[in-house]
Every structure is written in structure tokens, then in C-alpha cells.
């Protein structure tokens, strides 16, 4: 099976970057198809030929072996039996290949050496006609764009940093000029195959692009990774903080009790000098050093004392609990008491009970619902722990609803954790197996195998890839993958790689 993923584009799009972050991400060998116009290039010049003069390009080219090595996964491009790899950057061999590249004979013959690359073994390959001429039958295309706004500042940036003066309505300029050149040139211009996807990277992240990239290609492969798994966007920009504070170097880092409920990741980041606290109790009294709070957040007493003592304190609290935490002081304040749905154990609700500036109290059951007994005359604001279940929060505020009070009901529970279920659900109604990715311990991953275990019966909890082993796939079956919020990417790509290669 073909499994060759195609990506055009027009020029400073960041094919090259993204091809070769997915072919990494993949392990398959990305095809710079921009090198081997450099080496025919390099070729032309050293033989002094213009590309002008085109009989005297097409006789050279008769006698000019053009071939492609890979060392450690990263292509060498051999001209006549030499390895020119490190010439190839040269200014004058870029400009000769961004002239002699509209050659068709110089096409016709990179062509060949192109499509036996794409049949010989599963790549990446970038260009301005893979998915239209080059390989027609891959498995995934991609038409690689970004406004001219965003390429022309991202080029600016580039030469900025080179050193050099650049004018970016110039620079725009170019870049308009030149995607009307090569979208109307007549040997293989540059168009979006039709059945390409389009992806726009104008707004998107590196990461981001290539995320979309895998799925789609996965996609194609019969196994849907679910948009919404793994990382929610609080827990992600949590783990982002405190890489930062890494690559700061500041030092020494503590998380108050681990950054996510994820062994893996919370290793990696012991391995890279960050200590867990189990509890504030555990923090040295000298001052020394950052505080990374996660984001479940903790009481302002906490943040407070710990800038009293002279740490820098990172605060990572989940901007959906902070949003807690300001409804719970401003209706404390205002005289409601609180009424907390959750587990009160649970660190984000020892947090959030701490914001309150009068009584308040924390409910998880009907039971205790029912059991709640306050005057008459009470003045209540209900809100919720972010992750806790939507049906049970209605129950339980109908419970209350019964007793009269002057209620104040603020829903405060998280969408990321409705759509990832809905998702989960909707994905386990439409696939032929569904795996669930994530710790044991995560109740929330728990609970996403519980919804799909009960909508795809072929249903298996992963918690490693030797979770994995024992289950038959069959080519033609249909695979979902969801995890919870304390998952990582990798970790997903690891088992949707898996499924892959025990599929084909
Ligand atoms: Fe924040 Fe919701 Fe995640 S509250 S930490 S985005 S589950």
C-alpha cells in the first residue's frame, strides 16, 4: 500500500519544516525534492551552462547521474558518484535551481528519480506537483498555505534575524509575484490537487499543523484519533509554563504535587532537575528557587505565602478555575454561601473552597443533597468542580432547587471535559474498536472507557503499548482512539503508530 503522504504548496508556506517534523514524527524519510533541483543546478554550473540554452541543458543531462542516499535517515544527494550534499546551500546554486527547475527536461528527469523513491519505501515529500504529478496515487495530499501576510512576515523575520535590513512591503511583493508565477507557469504549475486536503497555516503553530497532518494521514488509514484527546488546553499550557521556566534555567523548580496526573511526564520533567512537592508542607523555607502552581490552582493564601517567602511563583491555575475562584469571592462577598459540587478532597476544590470570604461547603452525592439543611432564609451560589459529571450536577441542583432557597446556579463545569466524551461516544458508535488511552488512576480516562465501553463492546483500556499486543487488527477494521486529559501527544502517536504498522 502506497502510504506516501504528498505536500505542496506555494513557496515560505513552511513545507520543508513540517514535512520533516512528520516523516520524524512517523519514522518514514522525508523526500527534499528542492536538494535534488539543487543538484542538477550544481550540475549546470559546473559544466557553464546556461539554462537558457536548452539542448545544451538536455545533453548534459544524458550523461548526469543524479542519485539519493540516506544515512541515518537524513538525504544525501550524490552527483556523479559524489556526495554534494554540503554545496547544495550555496546562493548561486539556489538561484540556478530556481531558474533551471521550470526546465522540463530537468523535471523529467528528477521525476523518475522521484517516483521510485515514493515506491521504494513510505515518505514524506514537499514540492510545488507531488500530489499533482509526482506521486498522484498517495495515500494523503496536503496543500500547504498561509496568507501572504503571514509568509511575508515570517521571511522578514528570517532575514531580520540573518542580520539583514529587509522591507517587508517588498518582501510582499515578491511573494505575490512569485505565486503567480508559479501557479501559472506551463510545465507542471502550482494547484491543489483535488483531492487534497487544504490546510492553512496562517494561524496554526508548527505543532499544530503537524498534529492535523498525522490525523488526516492516520484518517486515511482507517484509524480516527479523536480531536479532543489527550492534553486539554488547561493541562497543556500548564506543562508549556513550566518547560518555560526550564529553558529559563531557573532554578531550583518545585511543582506543588505533580504538575499532571501522569507518571511519564512527570519524570521527564524530574529528569530535567524539576522537583515534585507532595505539599506545600514540603517546601524549604529559604526562598530560593520558582514554584510552579498547576492547574488545578490552589487558595490565595498559598500563592501569597509562598511570595512572601521570596519564591517566583508561576501560577499555571487553569484560567476556567480561576474563573471559579472569582465567582466563589465575588458571591461570598456579597453574602451567598457557597455550595461546591465535587469531590472535596480533590485538590482543584481545596483550592477553590479557599477562595471563599464566608461559609461554604462541598456536596457530591444526592444524598447529601438531600441531607443539606440550611435556614429558610438562605442566600446560596452553586457552582461545580470542572471535571465533575453534567448529569449528576443537574441532579443534584434539582435536589437543592426543591428546598427554596435563594438560589444562585453558575454551571461551572468544563467544556473540554463535555467534548471530549461526546466525541469519545460519537467516535465508539462509528468505528469497528475502540481503544482508550490513559492511566488507571485518571478518573476521567476512566470514565471515557466506561462511555465507549458501552457504545463499541470492542472496546480496550491502554495503558502502555503492552496493552496492546494481545489485540488482532485486521486492515479492514475501523479504529478509534481517545485518552484523557492527562495523556500526552506522544504517547497517542506511540499506540495510533502501533495500530499502523500491525494493520499494514
Ligand atoms: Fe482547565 Fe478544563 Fe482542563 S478546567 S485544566 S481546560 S479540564
Known amino acids: ?296 490552582g490552589v487558595g490565595p493564601d498559598v500563592s501569597e505565602k509562598l511570595r512572601g517567602m521570596g519564591y517566583q511563583v508561576v501560577d499555571a491555575t487553569c484560567p476556567f478555575v480561576q474563573k471559579i475562584h472569582e465567582i466563589v469571592r465575588r458571591e461570598s462577598k456579597a453574602g451567598r454561601l457557597i455550595i461546591l459540587i465535587g469531590d472535596p478532597a480533590h485538590p482543584e476544590n481545596i483550592g477553590t473552597l479557599a477562595w471563599a470570604e464566608g461559609p461554604c461547603i462541598s456536596i457530591a452525592s444526592a444524598e447529601e443533597a438531600k441531607a443539606m439543611k440550611l435556614p429558610k432564609d438562605a442566600r446560596i451560589c452553586v457552582v461545580a468542580q470542572t471535571t465533575f459529571d453534567r448529569e449528576k450536577f443537574k441532579e443534584l441542583v434539582e435536589i437543592i432547587g426543591e428546598k427554596e432557597y435563594d438560589m444562585l446556579v453558575l454551571n461551572t463545569i468544563c467544556h473540554a471535559t463535555d467534548m471530549r466524551q461526546t466525541e469519545a461516544a460519537a467516535l465508539a458508535d462509528s468505528v469497528d474498536m475502540m481503544l482508550v488511552v490513559g492511566s488507571r488512576s485518571s478518573s476521567n480516562t476512566q470514565k471515557l472507557y466506561d462511555i465507549c465501553k458501552g457504545r463499541c463492546a470492542c472496546t480496550s483500556y491502554i495503558q502502555s503499548l503492552d496493552d496492546l499486543v494481545t489485540i488482532t487488527f485486521r486492515s479492514d477494521s475501523r479504529v478509534g482512539i481517545t485518552a484523557g486529559a492527562s495523556t500526552p501527544n506522544n504517547i497517542i502517536q506511540e499506540v495510533a503508530g502501533y495500530v499502523r504498522r500491525a494493520k499494514f
Open 1 to 296: 500500500m502506497n502510504q506516501t503522504i504528498a505536500i505542496d504548496g506555494p513557496a515560505g508556506a513552511g513545507k520543508s519544516t513540517i514535512a520533516k517534523r512528520v516523516s520524524n514524527m512517523l519514522g518514514y524519510h522525508y523526500v527534499d525534492t528542492g536538494a535534488m533541483y539543487r543538484t542538477l543546478a550544481l550540475a549546470l554550473l559546473r559544466a557553464g551552462i546556461s539554462e537558457k540554452d536548452e539542448e545544451a541543458v538536455k545533453k548534459i543531462l544524458v550523461s548526469t547521474e543524479v542519485r539519493v542516499r540516506y544515512e541515518d535517515s537524513v538525504q544525501h544527494m550524490i552527483l556523479n558518484g559524489e556526495d554534494v550534499t554540503h554545496l547544495l546551500r550555496k546562493e548561486e546554486v539556489g538561484d540556478m535551481a530556481s531558474r533551471s527547475s521550470a526546465l522540463a527536461p530537468v523535471r523529467e528527469k528528477l521525476l523518475d528519480l522521484q517516483q521510485q523513491l515514493a515506491e521504494s519505501m513510505p515518505v514524506v515529500m514537499d514540492g510545488r506537483d507531488i500530489g499533482t504529478v509526482v506521486v498522484p496515487d498517495a495515500l494523503l495530499k496536503i496543500y500547504l498555505t498561509a496568507s501572504v501576510a503571514v509568509r511575508a512576515q515570517r521571511r522578514y523575520k528570517e532575514l531580520v534575524e540573518k542580520g539583514e535590513t529587509p522591507v517587508l512591503p517588498n518582501i510582499e511583493a515578491d511573494i505575490r509575484e512569485r505565486d503567480e508565477r508559479d501557479m501559472n507557469r506551463p510545465i507542471a504549475p502550482l494547484r491543489q490537487a483535488e483531492d487534497a486536503y487544504l490546510v492553512d497555516s496562517s494561524d496554526l503553530t508548527i505543532e499544530e499543523v503537524c498534529d492535523r497532518i498525522i490525523r488526516l494521514f492516520y484518517g486515511a488509514l482507517g484509524i480516527t484519533i479523536a480531536e479532543n484527546a489527550g492534553f486539554c488546553f488547561g493541562v497543556r499550557r500548564a506543562v508549556r509554563m513550566l518547560e518555560e521556566s526550564i529553558e529559563n534555567g531557573e532554578k531550583p523548580i518545585r511543582t506543588l504535587g505533580p504538575i499532571i496526573h501522569n507518571e511519564t511526564v512527570v519524570r521527564s520533567m524530574e529528569e530535567k532537575g524539576v522537583i515534585t512537592l507532595k505539599d506545600g508542607a514540603s517546601l524549604p523555607t529559604d526562598g530560593k528557587g520558582t514554584v510552579v502552581i498547576r492547574s488545578h
